[in-house]
């Protein structure tokens, strides 16, 4: 009767642990805490802020980045998303400039998203997590809210 009870056993773990891996999601290599290197960072037309931190925190619907910055002014801001990486629109909290994110990864280390703004893309972000994992760079542009265009690449150093 054990063999019996053990080979009912092993055959429902065949069937149920490869469904359980593949519903957990994919190693985000820009999971953590980043600061950004101003230094190492153009900012076009805009003055550089004193300072932002990204926190990629990996849950089962995604990734969540919340962006913590501090403009030139002193002024802070928050501003926070999901990352599903499959080009379905998700919501954006805090950024004056678009309200909603689309996310695509194109391999391991490089995902690229478009900005939308009321439903319309207005900017684009392509973001690259280097293969040592130490850092992540975001090229964007965007079409800016008050009618100009902003270029920028960003550093980031891992924390």
Same mark, same amino acid.
């Given at each position: 009767m054990n063999l019996w009870k053990s080979i009912v056993l092993g @055959?429902? $773990?065949? $069937? +149920?642990l490869p469904a359980a891996f593949a519903a957990q999601p994919a190693t985000d290599t820009s999971a953590g805490t980043w600061t950004l290197n101003i230094a190492k960072s153009t900012f076009g037309s805009r003055s550089p802020p004193k300072s932002e931190t990204r926190i990629y925190t990996v849950t089962s619907k995604?990734?969540? +980045? +919340? #962006? &913590?910055? &501090?403009?030139? !002014?002193?002024?802070? @801001?928050?501003?926070?998303t999901l990352l599903t990486y499959d080009g379905k629109p998700q919501m954006l909290s805090g950024n004056p400039d678009y309200d909603t994110v689309t996310t695509k990864r #194109? !391999?391991?280390?490089?995902?690229?998203? !478009?900005?939308l703004r009321s439903g319309k893309v207005i900017g684009t972000l392509r973001r690259v997590v280097s &293969? !040592?994992?130490?850092? $992540?760079?975001m090229n964007i542009r965007l079409d800016k809210a008050n009618g100009t265009t902003e270029t920028a690449m960003s550093v980031y150093e891992r924390q």
């Open positions: @055959s429902a $773990l065949a $069937l +149920v995604g990734t969540r +980045v +919340v #962006i &913590e910055d &501090e403009a030139a !002014d002193g002024t802070k @801001s928050k501003a926070e #194109i !391999d391991r280390y490089v995902t690229t998203a !478009d900005l &293969e !040592d994992g130490k850092t $992540l760079t």
